[in-house]
T-cell receptor, first 117, second 114 residues
C-alpha cells in the first residue's frame, strides 16, 4: 500500500501565481516525520523541511509554507508568488522509526511543477 | 561544508560489466542510505547503514547488488553483472545521529546499462 500519496502529477502555473502541492500519508505510528524535497532539472534532491508528528504548527520560510493537519493526514506545501526557478519535481516523504526501528524514507510519486514566465 | 559526494556522476556500461558506485557521506553523519530512482518505481531504498553496519538491506533487488561501508567516510554500491534494467539514478544520503530522520542527499549517479 502506498504510504505517501501525491495525487497531482503535474501542475503548470504562470509566474507570480501561488501553487499548492498536496500530500496525504498513511501510518499507524504516533511518532513519525514528514518531509518535502525538491528535485530541480539538474537532478539533485534538496531537503526543504522536516516536521515531526507532534508539531502541527504551520511553517513559513520565505515564499514557502507548509500546512500539517493530522486530522486529515495531510502535509501540504504552498509556493507563494512562484518563480521560474521553482520549476522542479517536489517529493513528499514519510519516516516511521517507531514501527520499523529505522529511518528509511517512503517517498510519494512526486509532483512536477512548471512555472512559466 | 561539503555535502554528500558521489562518484561517478554518470556511468555508461555494457550489460554484464561490473559497476561500482561510490559515496562519501557528510562528515560526522553516522547513517548512510542508498536509494534508486526510476520512472517506473520512483525513489526506493536499497540499503541502510548505521555506524557502518548494514541495518536493512531488504530493498536490494537481488544478489547482483552488494553494498559495503568499510569506514565512516566511504561506501560503495556494486552491481555485478549489470543488466539494462539496472539503469537508474542512484542516490546516496546521510543523516546525523542527532537527527537521524533527516537525510541529506548527494547529487546522484546516473547509470545507463546498454
Amino acid at each position: 500500500a502506498q504510504k505517501v500519496t501525491q495525487a497531482q502529477t503535474e501542475i503548470s502555473v504562470v509566474e507570480k501565481e501561488d501553487v499548492t502541492l498536496d500530500c496525504v500519508y498513511e501510518t499507524r505510528d504516533t511518532t513519525y516525520y514528514l518531509f518535502w524535497y525538491k528535485q530541480p532539472p539538474s537532478g539533485e534532491l534538496v531537503f526543504l523541511i522536516r516536521r515531526n508528528s507532534f508539531d502541527e504548527q504551520n511553517e513559513i520560510s520565505g515564499r514557502y509554507s507548509w500546512n500539517f493537519q493530522k486530522s486529515t493526514s495531510s502535509f501540504n506545501f504552498t509556493i507563494t508568488a512562484s518563480q521560474v526557478v521553482d520549476s522542479a519535481v517536489y517529493f513528499c516523504a514519510l519516516s516511521e522509526p517507531e514501527r520499523s526501528n529505522d529511518y528509511k524514507l517512503s517517498f510519494g510519486a512526486g509532483t512536477t511543477v512548471t512555472v512559466r514566465a | 561544508d561539503a555535502g554528500v559526494i558521489q562518484s561517478p556522476r554518470h556511468e555508461v556500461t555494457e550489460m554484464g560489466q561490473e559497476v561500482t558506485l561510490r559515496c562519501k557521506p557528510i562528515s560526522g553523519h553516522n547513517s548512510l542510505f542508498w536509494y534508486r530512482q526510476t520512472m517506473m518505481r520512483g525513489l526506493e531504498l536499497l540499503i541502510y547503514f548505521n555506524n557502518n553496519v548494514p541495518i536493512d538491506d531488504s530493498g536490494m533487488p537481488e544478489d547482483r547488488f552488494s553494498a559495503k561501508m568499510p569506514n565512516a567516510s566511504f561506501s560503495t554500491l556494486k552491481i555485478q553483472p549489470s543488466e539494462p534494467r539496472d539503469s537508474a539514478v542512484y542516490f546516496c544520503a546521510s543523516s546525523p545521529w542527532t537527527r537521524q530522520e533527516t537525510q541529506y542527499f548527494g547529487p546522484g549517479t546516473r547509470l545507463l546499462v546498454l
